[in-house]
């Protein structure tokens, strides 16, 4: 894992149940679990306040970083799509999006990552589409300083859905991908036995490879999925999985901060 990734996860997935902040020693101590080393995880943290994700606060006599208010917004959002026992129904229509970036490389690739993580596909020349609108588009777009335009309806000509969604998305190696991410899941019963540090650094490396694909999958209905799609018993499998093992890795985590609670700013 990156050092960002393991930050941000922990924020998302364990630090939004004990209000967002947590001592710096915490941070570099939990991501240590999963091979992070601290220099990283501190460099880390200070890019995600330069970009306004983290800010530093002291709270108890002990020097930590909160998630802002847009970090919790992203971050919350993005922890509802992980944990979503399925796809949101759909209504038959697409989210078009066209995006301007001036012909700016840096700031194209940018739009692109963002575009990708709300569930957007590339149509080409500047043309984004999705089976849905994400409310998180024009914030996000609004941060990137760049002109965009979206609609929401049918589109024109009429096309197959099916069609389209297979131009957009790579559903071969994306499909193929999820059946080897199930195949690789611990049971439940193993998961069910596991001490409270390795079943932290187990949920959150699972977590995180997860989350990986919802840069990828943006959950299509399945009206425009191939039969037999392997995604939601992907889906079924990592649910299970991941909940039996946050109560021990709630406890790991709960440790590394009352452990961080004996030090002084």
Not at 31 to 59: F, K
Not at 72 to 83: I, L, S
Not at 175 to 182: I, N
Request: charged share 20%.
């Amino acid at each position: 894992m990156h050092a960002r990734s393991a930050v941000v996860d922990l924020y998302g997935d364990h630090l939004r149940h004990r209000g967002w902040w947590a001592p710096v020693s915490a941070v570099v101590a939990l991501a240590a679990e999963v091979d992070v080393q601290p220099a990283a995880t501190r460099t880390a943290i200070s890019r995600l306040c330069a970009q306004g994700w983290l800010s530093a606060r002291v709270a108890h006599g002990l020097r930590g970083y909160a998630a802002t208010p847009r970090a919790q917004d992203r971050w919350q959002g993005a922890h509802e799509r992980v944990y979503a026992e399925r796809p949101a129904p759909w209504d038959g229509r697409w989210h078009v999006v066209h995006v301007s970036t001036g012909g700016e490389r840096r700031r194209r690739d940018q739009v692109a990552r963002t575009l990708e993580f709300l569930g957007y596909g590339r149509l080409g020349g500047g043309g984004w589409v999705s089976p849905r609108p994400n409310p998180e588009l024009a914030p996000s777009l609004e941060g990137l300083a760049v002109g965009w335009v979206a609609v929401h309806g049918d589109l024109e000509p009429p096309q197959d859905a099916a069609r389209i969604a297979a131009r957009v998305w790579d559903l071969d190696g994306l499909g193929a991908d999820f059946a080897d991410f199930s195949a690789r899941l611990p049971s439940v019963a193993g998961a069910g036995r596991l001490a409270p540090g390795p079943a932290y650094s187990t949920r959150t490396r699972l977590v995180h490879e997860w989350r990986r694909f919802l840069f990828r999958d943006p959950a299509l209905p399945p009206d425009v999925l191939p039969t037999s799609w392997p995604g939601q018993q992907a889906r079924a499998r990592f649910l299970k999985v991941a909940a039996t093992l946050a109560p021990a890795a709630g406890r790991h985590v709960d440790h590394a901060l009352e452990v961080a609670g004996t030090e002084r700013a």
